[in-house]
């Protein structure tokens, strides 16, 4: 494992973090208890330790589990955890993708913060991080005077925000970057998608912001073991995306092929090392779900980094959305009863 420090925080953070989401909700089809901590606790073996979470991550379990997994220890673990949702008074009301109400007043971001310390069971939380802001919070010099005051009493050492998706997107992250004093952005981001997040490095960069890329995988498309057959547990939310998600996807991921050939590095490892390829790209989490994966995610810091050459053209094959508007529909796979993709 490597290391890199989070921007200007002086928080030393793994380059390949560990997604709580994955572990402590059903929305990735991880659902027995003791497979999720040991994963968490396998990945502390592999030198991972950053482990981002949030308070909506299961009405609080997601930061349950880390002290369930780990008990008290704090030394060289790095806690990223968010707030934002009223998951007080609106628990469990979150279907899909469906937001809960935000609650963003002094009192309640305070309150928030303390139930936040007494799950985690520690002093202090790592890097505190608005979920999903909206232009208004944007724009709430307040609020963001208060997470400075967080700062100072020692609670938070570092604060920022998780952008979007479409909850709080392009301006609204761009606006954030320029106008508030945060030094942390968690975005989504990876060799498919690569906007906004183009937009919000540019402005990162200007400001010395460190990143955190989520879903570095785009939801699993560049792990390298989907095909057109490929079908997720009950409860996985990618049963809710369309069957062109998976089958355009897959035309994508097949120009891909030269990351991996000759190189040292799987498909998954690549993407990450993409990701890598920024400076101000401190980590990466991807979505865990077996102990294979994730061994190979942890050694995806130590393959091959990409060449300029190969840099290049993946900027070029995005450019020109990777083909994938060139195929004809008729070269599509049909959606037969055994190949459609779930409702």
Do not use: C
């Amino acid at each position: 494992m490597r290391y890199r420090e989070l921007g200007s925080t002086g928080i030393a953070v793994s380059e390949v973090g560990f997604g709580v989401w994955t572990v402590s909700t059903s929305w990735w089809g991880v659902t027995e208890r003791e497979l999720r901590l040991d994963l968490l606790r396998r990945a502390w073996d592999l030198g991972i330790t950053l482990y981002d979470t949030a308070d909506t991550y299961g009405n609080g379990y997601g930061e349950e589990i880390l002290v369930e997994a780990f008990g008290a220890r704090r030394d060289g673990m790095v806690i990223s955890t968010k707030f934002g949702y009223d998951i007080y008074n609106h628990p469990g009301e979150r279907q899909g993708q469906q937001e809960l109400p935000q609650n963003v007043t002094p009192e309640f971001v305070r309150f928030a913060l303390e139930q936040s310390l007494r799950r985690l069971q520690t002093d202090h939380i790592d890097i505190y991080m608005l979920h999903n802001p909206k232009r208004d919070h944007a724009l709430n010099d307040d609020l963001w005077a208060l997470l400075g005051d967080f700062q100072r009493e020692g609670k938070v050492r570092a604060y920022g925000a998780s952008i979007g998706p479409r909850i709080g997107w392009r301006d609204e992250g761009v606006l954030l970057l320029e106008r508030q004093p945060i030094t942390a952005l968690q975005l989504i981001h990876n060799l498919l998608e690569q906007d906004p997040g183009r937009a919000f490095i540019a402005a990162a960069r200007e400001h010395q912001v460190g990143l955190m890329a989520r879903v570095p995988h785009s939801s699993g498309l560049l792990e390298g073991g989907y095909d057109e057959q490929t079908t997720f547990p009950p409860g996985d939310h990618r049963n809710h995306r369309s069957r062109e998600w998976l089958t355009t996807g897959l035309r994508k991921v097949r120009q891909l092929d030269f990351l991996t050939t000759g190189t040292d590095r799987t498909l998954g490892q690549a993407a990450i090392k993409w990701l890598l390829a920024e400076p101000l790209m401190a980590t990466t989490l991807p979505n865990i779900y077996n102990v294979e994966q994730l061994e190979e995610f942890a050694a995806a810091p130590d393959t091959p980094d990409l060449t300029s050459a190969e840099l290049a053209r993946v900027a070029t094959l995005y450019g020109d959305n990777f083909g994938a508007d060139d195929v004809a529909s008729s070269d599509s796979p049909s959606a037969s009863p055994s190949t459609r993709w779930p409702a």
